[in-house]
């Protein structure tokens, strides 16, 4: 069973089919930030089929890829003003409206696909989720796991920090990965996702950090030689539903999407482990980028980033929530302020 997508003239949602308990045929807008083929559209494309076949073909979910449907960011907006139904974005564009968030993204935090996942499926993840439904009007019915998010630029092999000296690099409009940057000596460009390709192509940055995943699939490789294999942030893209749009539905119905969004997630995690060394090979042997390992096992990365940890206990609800997720990861408890 496939999924309508792409191209298709925005449309007001249809009336909610759970209100009314009629069966009500209704179309869902799903945005995804990124182009088809990646894990946004994996997990994206997953959960519609699961829905479709759950609804007996009652709700079909029509994917815009591409930031068609506005800035990630955006989406998150839309979404919560109830004029979007689903997202699959980059949890670094959610971190701004529900700052706990934070903790997923704070450097070297989540350092493999397995810590990611003891993070996004456990009690961590359940407070998270209910944060973001508190400070943003959204629910996370999923995660898509992208991989670590790896240095890109056009200019020169970068193996330690001082190699970024007078790079100009991209950063999503998230105050941690600013920070990170800044811990690093430079200061980062602040860019929406939607404009970060036109922005590498036409030189107006030179660099900026994504997993080889959204490497391939944002061809960026024809704009950008040369990769770190660095791991400062793994990139999580959650998949939102609108508070309001769920609240709508009858509870079956919310059964049927909490479960599509699970097993979707399950999927993701599989889609990761099974395609992204492929993809790293892909990129050099087909696409020519150079890859530079960090200098000294990036401990010089590490030692300069973790040092901005402090600076957003207050914003992640405190010094313990980055505890809890150490622990959970079988960690030393962060340093004091
Ligand atoms: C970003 O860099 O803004 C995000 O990682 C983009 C994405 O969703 O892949």
Same mark, same amino acid.
């Given at each position: 069973m496939?999924?309508?997508?792409?191209l298709?003239?925005?449309?007001?949602?249809?009336? +909610?089919? &759970? =209100?009314?308990?009629?069966?009500?045929?209704?179309?869902?807008?799903?945005? =995804?930030?990124?182009?088809?083929?990646?894990?946004?559209?994996?997990?994206? +494309?997953?959960?519609?089929?699961?829905?479709?076949?759950?609804?007996?073909?009652?709700?079909?979910?029509?994917?815009?890829?591409?930031?068609?449907?506005?800035?990630?960011?955006?989406?998150?907006?839309?979404?919560? *003003? @109830?004029?979007?139904?689903?997202?699959?974005?980059?949890?670094?564009?959610?971190?701004?409206?529900?700052?706990?968030?934070?903790?997923?993204?704070?450097?070297?935090?989540?350092?493999?696909?397995?810590?990611?996942? +003891?993070?996004?499926?456990?009690?961590? &993840?359940?407070?998270?989720?209910?944060?973001?439904?508190?400070?943003?009007?959204?629910? !996370?019915?999923?995660?898509?796991?992208s @991989?670590?998010?790896?240095?890109?630029?056009?200019?020169?092999?970068?193996?330690?920090?001082?190699d970024?000296?007078?790079?100009?690099?991209?950063?999503?409009? /998230?105050?941690? *990965?600013?920070?990170?940057?800044?811990?690093?000596?430079?200061?980062?460009?602040?860019?929406?996702?939607?404009?970060?390709?036109?922005?590498?192509?036409?030189?107006?940055?030179?660099?900026?950090? /994504?997993?080889?995943?959204?490497?391939?699939?944002?061809?960026?490789?024809?704009?950008?030689?040369?990769v770190?294999?660095?791991?400062?942030?793994?990139?999580?893209?959650?998949?939102?539903?609108?508070?309001?749009?769920?609240?709508?539905?009858?509870?079956?119905?919310?059964?049927?999407?909490?479960?599509? @969004?699970?097993?979707?997630?399950?999927?993701?995690?599989?889609?990761?482990?099974?395609?992204?060394?492929? !993809?790293?090979?892909?990129?050099?042997?087909?696409?020519?980028?150079?890859?530079?390992?960090?200098a000294?096992?990036?401990?010089?990365?590490?030692? *300069?980033?973790?040092? !901005?940890?402090?600076?957003?206990?207050d914003? !992640?609800?405190?010094k313990?929530?980055?505890?809890?997720?150490?622990?959970?990861?079988?960690?030393?408890?962060?340093?004091?302020?």
């Amino acid at each position: 069973m496939r999924i309508q997508k792409l191209l298709l003239p925005m449309a007001v949602s249809a009336a +909610t089919l &759970a =209100l009314s308990g009629q069966a009500m045929a209704e179309t869902w807008k799903m945005a =995804l930030g990124d182009a088809a083929g990646g894990t946004q559209y994996e997990l994206g +494309t997953t959960f519609a089929d699961i829905v479709e076949e759950k609804t007996g073909g009652e709700v079909t979910i029509d994917l815009f890829p591409n930031g068609q449907l506005g800035s990630e960011q955006d989406t998150v907006n839309n979404a919560s *003003m @109830g004029l979007l139904d689903l997202s699959v974005l980059a949890i670094n564009n959610i971190t701004p409206f529900s700052p706990t968030v934070g903790v997923l993204t704070l450097p070297y935090v989540i350092q493999s696909p397995e810590d990611a996942k +003891t993070l996004t499926q456990g009690e961590i &993840a359940e407070e998270l989720t209910q944060n973001t439904i508190r400070d943003a009007g959204v629910r !996370i019915l999923g995660w898509a796991y992208s @991989g670590c998010r790896r240095l890109t630029n056009s200019a020169r092999p970068v193996a330690s920090p001082e190699d970024l000296d007078g790079l100009n690099i991209r950063v999503p409009k /998230n105050e941690i *990965m600013i920070a990170a940057y800044q811990a690093w000596g430079v200061n980062p460009a602040p860019l929406a996702w939607s404009e970060t390709f036109t922005a590498l192509q036409q030189g107006v940055v030179d660099g900026q950090d /994504n997993p080889y995943i959204t490497i391939d699939t944002m061809k960026f490789y024809e704009v950008q030689d040369h990769v770190t294999d660095s791991c400062y942030v793994f990139s999580l893209q959650p998949l939102i539903i609108s508070e309001g749009k769920f609240q709508s539905l009858s509870p079956e119905m919310q059964e049927i999407v909490l479960e599509a @969004g699970q097993e979707a997630t399950s999927h993701s995690y599989d889609f990761l482990l099974e395609s992204e060394e492929a !993809i790293k090979k892909r990129l050099v042997e087909e696409h020519g980028m150079q890859i530079t390992e960090p200098a000294n096992d990036e401990q010089q990365w590490i030692e *300069m980033a973790t040092g !901005i940890w402090p600076e957003f206990y207050d914003s !992640i609800g405190g010094k313990e929530k980055l505890d809890q997720a150490l622990e959970a990861l079988g960690r030393d408890p962060a340093p004091q302020s």
